[in-house]
């Protein structure tokens, strides 16, 4: 009687723990698929850009509109805005509308791409692009698995992150390749732990009992927290290993 009373109480928890496990991993899967349609409008929107904007190696009037006339800051400042916003008023908005802003934000992140093939060699670009993708991949699968608690570490990057962005402004001015180089350093170690630390807490922040608005929220908004890890990760890499164009 007690083998039969232990077996009946055990078959219901076992049921849950299979269809959270099932949530969890159909959860994540949007985020990941979120996040690789963001990535993929960047390079369409960047490959787009960098055909209209340059021409025969010069640049053609749109290019000098885009990276040249005042309206760059335009270029430059967009997305960060857009970021902001979505961060802000994500919890206002409909999945659909935050949806389509993380498409839009990923667009421009693209256009304001579209640069880099003028400063970098295009098979440079994708060889970093693709050693971005399997370090990335190899950081977020471990920040999923992982039974370690990553949660201490989320103060040292979030410092480390501060340190790059004052760093970044004050060489603005300065212009020091010594400094980029550390600053590229650094951010390499920073975004690769982010990596992992944002895979870990966008696990975590998973609940069965959500409703579907706010499943498909935190779903976009882990998107976009791994979406700007790739894409750091992946400007960092190209500065320290990029071929430059003469």
Same mark, same amino acid.
């Given at each position: 009687?007690?083998?039969?009373?232990?077996?009946?109480?055990? %078959?219901?928890s076992? %049921?849950?723990?299979?269809?959270?496990?099932?949530?969890?991993?159909?959860?994540?899967?949007?985020?990941?698929?979120?996040?690789?349609?963001?990535?993929?409008?960047?390079?369409?929107?960047?490959?787009?850009?960098?055909?209209?904007?340059?021409?025969?190696?010069?640049?053609?009037?749109?290019?000098?509109?885009?990276?040249?006339?005042?309206?760059?800051?335009?270029?430059?400042?967009?997305?960060?805005?857009?970021?902001?916003?979505?961060?802000?008023?994500?919890?206002?908005?409909?999945?659909?509308?935050?949806?389509?802003?993380?498409?839009?934000?990923?667009? +421009? $992140?693209?256009?304001?791409?579209?640069?880099?093939? +003028? $400063?970098?060699?295009?098979?440079s670009?994708?060889?970093?692009?693709? $050693?971005?993708?399997?370090?990335?991949?190899?950081?977020?699968?471990?920040?999923?698995?992982?039974?370690?608690?990553?949660?201490?570490?989320?103060?040292?990057?979030?410092?480390?992150?501060?340190?790059?962005?004052?760093?970044?402004?004050?060489?603005?001015? +300065?212009?020091?390749?010594?400094?980029?180089?550390?600053?590229?350093? #650094?951010? #390499?170690?920073?975004?690769?732990? +982010?990596?992992?630390?944002?895979?870990?807490?966008?696990?975590?922040?998973?609940?069965?009992?959500?409703?579907?608005?706010?499943?498909?929220?935190?779903?976009?908004?882990?998107?976009?927290?791994?979406?700007?890890?790739?894409?750091?990760?992946?400007?960092?890499?190209?500065?320290?290993?990029?071929?430059r164009?003469?």
């Amino acid at each position: 009687m007690a083998d039969l009373r232990e077996r009946m109480v055990a %078959r219901p928890s076992a %049921r849950t723990a299979e269809v959270i496990d099932q949530g969890l991993r159909s959860y994540m899967l949007r985020v990941y698929n979120y996040m690789a349609v963001g990535l993929g409008l960047t390079g369409l929107a960047a490959v787009l850009t960098y055909n209209a904007a340059v021409e025969n190696g010069q640049l053609t009037a749109f290019g000098q509109m885009l990276f040249v006339s005042g309206f760059k800051w335009v270029v430059i400042f967009a997305p960060l805005a857009l970021v902001f916003f979505l961060s802000f008023r994500v919890n206002r908005m409909s999945v659909a509308a935050a949806q389509l802003t993380f498409w839009i934000y990923a667009a +421009l $992140v693209g256009v304001s791409f579209g640069s880099l093939g +003028l $400063v970098f060699a295009h098979d440079s670009i994708a060889r970093v692009f693709f $050693v971005t993708a399997a370090s990335f991949g190899g950081l977020s699968l471990w920040g999923y698995t992982t039974s370690r608690n990553l949660t201490g570490m989320g103060s040292f990057l979030f410092m480390g992150l501060i340190g790059i962005l004052i760093a970044m402004v004050v060489n603005l001015f +300065l212009g020091s390749s010594a400094l980029q180089f550390v600053i590229s350093a #650094v951010g #390499v170690l920073v975004f690769a732990g +982010l990596t992992a630390y944002d895979t870990q807490k966008i696990k975590e922040m998973y609940y069965e009992q959500d409703d579907q608005a706010t499943m498909g929220r935190k779903a976009i908004m882990g998107a976009l927290n791994l979406y700007l890890d790739f894409i750091n990760l992946f400007l960092m890499l190209l500065q320290l290993f990029g071929n430059r164009n003469n």
